[in-house]
């Protein structure tokens, strides 16, 4: 028998995976250590491949991958059940600022290359400094045929589109 495919990660379900891994205080953090946890939470079950493929989930991984690799370098790591609340939720949030400071920084690495890709193809920063035009959904105009409505729909050269069946 074969498993349903669970619904897709939606940005709410990505900030709560995110908050386990930036909240993990065990010494070992795996993909499949992290997929049995967050199935206690009651979030469906992903594979790794899931997991991997959005990139916040996986900054968080690694980032917090890289802090217990740290720890057990400096021999500060303990069990969690040892560790007390105040130190927990400093490290919590020592966990959170290390995964958004590499969110920021990839973010800045992103916009450099937007920008220099941009200036390359000749548009100046003042065109890109433009605000977003204004769409109104709720209205279409009258010279724009509409194929809910039944009209037909005609290309630029007047011909009829191709329509292929499948």
Do not use: C
Request: no cysteine; glycine share 4%; hydrophobic share 35%.
């Amino acid at each position: 028998m074969t498993k349903l495919r669970a619904k897709n990660l939606s940005d709410e379900m990505i900030a709560e995976i995110v908050e386990v891994i930036d909240g993990w205080n065990s010494e070992k953090l795996t993909w499949g250590i992290l997929i049995e946890v967050l199935r206690t939470t009651g979030l469906p079950e992903y594979t790794r491949q899931a997991l991997d493929r959005h990139p916040r989930i996986k900054l968080a991984y690694h980032s917090r991958k890289e802090m217990l690799r740290e720890k057990r370098f400096n021999g500060s790591v303990q069990p969690s059940a040892k560790v007390p609340l105040d130190d927990s939720r400093v490290e919590i949030l020592e966990a959170t600022v290390n995964r958004l400071k590499k969110e920021n920084n990839h973010l800045l690495e992103l916009f450099m290359r937007w920008l220099y890709n941009a200036t390359s193809a000749g548009l100046s920063t003042a065109d890109l400094d433009k605000p977003m035009p204004h769409v109104d959904r709720d209205t279409t105009p009258d010279d724009v045929p509409s194929a809910r409505a039944g009209k037909s729909q005609t290309k630029a050269d007047g011909k009829q589109p191709v329509r292929r069946r499948h």
